[in-house]
Nanobody
């Protein structure tokens, strides 16, 4: 069992930036592909960004492409989501997730991830 703990959420204004972190409780973090998802009130959880276990492949939802950057630090067992130029529509609970299947192609559906964090709230005011 892998535990994931997100941090870094908060209340910001439109145009601001935030960096989310997700730290994993595993010695084999380097073998996990990681993803960030978000869920707004009354809506489904949707894919935001992902990075392959090698770090060589990243993928972004169209809504965040060019504004968000995902990165992975295996030495710190941590995946980051740098969010720039935030918009009110980015308001959601953000979850990180781990995929243990050594896939080089980033997955975008929730069912393909094995472990989930508890989420961190991001609120962007206009």
């Amino acid at each position: 069992q892998v535990q994931l703990v997100e941090s870094g959420g908060g209340l910001v204004q439109a145009g601001d930036r935030l960096r989310l972190s997700c730290t994993a409780s595993t010695r084999t973090f380097g073998s996990y592909s990681m993803g960030w998802f978000r869920q707004a009130p009354g809506k489904e959880r949707t894919f935001v960004a992902g990075i392959s276990w090698t770090g060589g492949s990243t993928y972004y939802a169209d809504a965040v492409k060019g504004r968000f950057t995902i990165s992975k630090d295996n030495a710190k067992n941590t995946v980051y989501l740098q969010m720039n130029s935030l918009k009110p529509e980015d308001t959601a609970v953000y979850y990180c997730a781990a995929d243990s299947h050594l896939r080089t192609v980033v997955r975008v559906t929730t069912g393909e991830y094995d472990f989930w964090g508890q989420g961190t709230q991001v609120t962007v005011s206009s």
